[in-house]
C-alpha cells in the first residue's frame, strides 16, 4: 500500500471498480436492484468518484413494450450514475439512439461541461469546477446496483459499469 508522505495515510493511485450486468444469467426482476452477474461489486468508504462510464455490449429490452426503466447506481442512491430512464427511451441525455442501446455511454459523474460551450464554459477553471461538481465522496462503503422500475423483467441485455475512484483517506 501506497501512503501519502507525512502520515497522510492516503492511498495513492486511481482505482476503478468494474462491474457486468448480464440479464440472460442475472434476474433482473421488476422493480428492484440487482447485484452484478459475477457477485457484488463495492467501492470502499472514504473514496472520492472521479468518473463513471458504462458499455453496453448487448442492447436491453423487457420482452414486452421496452417501458422498463433501468438506473445505474450504488446503495443508497440508485440513480446516482444513470437516472431512471426507459428502455425505450431516444433522444434523452443527448443519446440519439436510446442509453440502454449498443454502444459507448457516460453517465452524471466526472462527464461534466465542455470548455466553450456557452457562458458558463468560458474558461477552463470554470469547466474544472463544473467537473468537480459532479464528482461523489462516499462516506460508506456502496455496492454498484442496476435497478428496475416497471411491470416487466428484462429479459435481454448487457452491460458493464467502470467505477473511477481514488481513495481520500477521509472515512466516515
Same mark, same amino acid.
Given at each position: 500500500m501506497n501512503t501519502g508522505s507525512k502520515g497522510g495515510g492516503i492511498q495513492s493511485g486511481l482505482k476503478a471498480a468494474v462491474g457486468t450486468w448480464n440479464a440472460a444469467t442475472t434476474n433482473l426482476a421488476n422493480n428492484a436492484s440487482a447485484s452484478c452477474t459475477a457477485g457484488e461489486i463495492w467501492v470502499p468508504d472514504g473514496a472520492l468518484i472521479t468518473k463513471a462510464y458504462y458499455f453496453v455490449q448487448t442492447t436491453f429490452a423487457d420482452g414486452n413494450d421496452d417501458s422498463q426503466t433501468l438506473a445505474l447506481g450504488y446503495t443508497g442512491a440508485t440513480g446516482a450514475f444513470v437516472a431512471a430512464i426507459a428502455i425505450s427511451a431516444t433522444g434523452t441525455n443527448g443519446v440519439s439512439s436510446g442509453q440502454w442501446d449498443a454502444g459507448i455511454h457516460g453517465t452524471l459523474v466526472g462527464m461534466g461541461a465542455n470548455l466553450g460551450a456557452d457562458a458558463a464554459h468560458d474558461s477552463a477553471?470554470?469547466? =474544472?469546477?463544473?467537473?468537480?461538481?459532479?464528482? =461523489?465522496?462516499?462516506?460508506?462503503? *456502496?455496492?454498484?446496483?442496476?435497478?428496475?422500475?416497471?411491470?416487466?423483467?428484462?429479459?435481454?441485455? *448487457?452491460?458493464?459499469?467502470?467505477?473511477?475512484?481514488?481513495?481520500?483517506?477521509?472515512?466516515?
Open positions: 477553471l470554470e469547466v =474544472i469546477a463544473l467537473n468537480a461538481a459532479t464528482m =461523489i465522496h462516499l462516506t460508506a462503503t *456502496k455496492e454498484l446496483l442496476l435497478t428496475t422500475a416497471d411491470d416487466e423483467a428484462v429479459e435481454v441485455g *448487457k452491460l458493464s459499469l467502470w467505477v473511477e475512484y481514488v481513495q481520500t483517506g477521509d472515512y466516515s
